[in-house]
């Protein structure tokens, strides 16, 4: 059987009248790279946050490594690296005395920790900034001295909220690259992120949360399975009648039609032949359009229509 890196079993987590954990229920499996989405508020902080310990929770249980997770338990905590969203290092020590500093937490033998500091700094691409200061950095650059930081002493789970924002093409795919680096070398990898392609890439099972809950898990082909649209047709096409866009409503198959600016989406759910079926329409009624073309649902679809499309302000 595979091993059990992380455990929450029925955690509630209440701040005041506000419910942020509902009984909450996770595993993560060694090896493994874990998804964990949701909108904002559903609770993904917070159960970040109770699994480091860094918060108490009302009822439920939480175990790492097979063993139950308290404050003071230093030796698990040891086994664990944190990248967090917030760029969390020194402005007045370099990059080499930053990432020395926090490996120094875990590390205290010079020798060793010298060694996986040079590690760490040639494993996110900073061999060339080591004596640069982080005011001096881009913030791709901040980015990976964050997760040099967080991961020099070697760590077997490392937790990565959100370590792609606001960066570069160029650092994103270093940062993703290095992400599944690590997993290969045996790190099990818990991972958020609003953009969803990079969780499609990356990982291999997700959980999908809101409202304190697991509303979804399993692969990303498991969850696209599980919902209802099954094909996207798109078309680029102008001045398009509303009149027409309640035809196309009612052919086989469609369960949804959205036309913004000139692009019209049609959600199928079922079907075989659902292209064609609006090509056909368009010939019979003369309508002229530039381009059609078909997709399969996307983990944003997915997301989407599990958590539903109202905005969300608060995070939890």
Known sequence: MAETVVEVKNLVKRYKELIALDNFNMNIEKGEVFGLLG????????????ILSLLNYDNGEIKLFGEKMKSGRFDLKRRIGVVMQNVAVFDELTVYENIDYFCGLYITDKNERKQCVEEAIKFVGLEDFRKFKPKKLSGGLLRRLNIACGIAHKPELIIMDE??????????????????????????????????????????????????????????????????????????????????????????????????????????????????????????????????????????????????????????
């Not at 508020?41 to 970040?48: D, E, L, M, W, Y």
């Open 39 to 50: 909108p904002n508020g559903s609770g993904k902080t917070t159960t970040i946050n109770c």
């Open 163 to 316: 370590p792609t924002v606001a960066v570069d093409p160029q650092s994103r795919n270093k940062i993703l690259e290095g992400i599944t680096e690590l997993n290969k070398n045996g790190a099990t990898i818990i991972y958020t992120s609003h953009y969803m392609e990079e969780v499609e890439q990356i990982c291999t099972h997700i959980l999908i949360m809101d409202k304190g809950k697991n509303v979804a898990e399993g692969s990303s082909d498991d969850l696209k399975r599980s919902i209802k649209n099954t094909e996207n047709v798109i078309v680029d096409i102008k001045n398009l009648h509303k009149d027409h866009i309640e035809n196309i409503k009612k052919l086989s198959h469609v369960y949804d039609v959205q036309y913004m600016a000139g692009r019209l989406t049609i959600k199928c759910a079922g079907g075989r032949h659902n292209i064609s079926h609006v090509i056909d329409y368009f010939a019979e009624n003369d309508i002229k359009y530039d381009r059609i073309y078909s997709e399969l649902p996307t983990l944003n679809d997915v997301f989407l229509e599990i958590t539903g499309k109202s905005l969300r302000d608060k995070e939890a």
